[in-house]
């Protein structure tokens, strides 16, 4: 299986509108995979079936936590380091993820692919865009 960034974004509302836009494509659930902050994860799973990865905030970290960053990488730094994705792309959605953004990451398999060509509806995507540039429009 590969792992893909399929996109960074700003609100719960934004995330959970590509989740569902990546189901109607094909994908199952549990190939979906949204990162955000430990803080955001009740939210974003009130609004979607995906799977959440939270990360922790320096701030929500124990004592323990702490201690084992300063011997690794720290996860408040590098928080997509786990998903082994290209280092370029991978520092661009750590930001997003540090700004209290919402990133989604997919597991692509022949059989994900198989299901999107089957499930292509090009008007239903049509609405599927409309809606999210209306969500996005309506909280700018």
Known sequence: MVKNFKGAYQ???EAAAQVEHLITEGY???DITVVTHKENK???ESLTIAEVDPIL???NKSVWDRVRDTFNEAEDTNPLKKY???PAITQRYN???RNGGYVIITEESETNKTNQNLTRNPVKEKKILLYQQLVKFQYQ
């Open 57 to 59: 905030n320096k701030q």
């Open 11 to 13: 609100s719960v509302e």
């Open 28 to 30: 199952q659930p549990e």
């Open 42 to 44: 009740g939210t974003i």
């Open 84 to 86: 082994k994705l290209d």
């Open 95 to 97: 930001t997003a993820i």
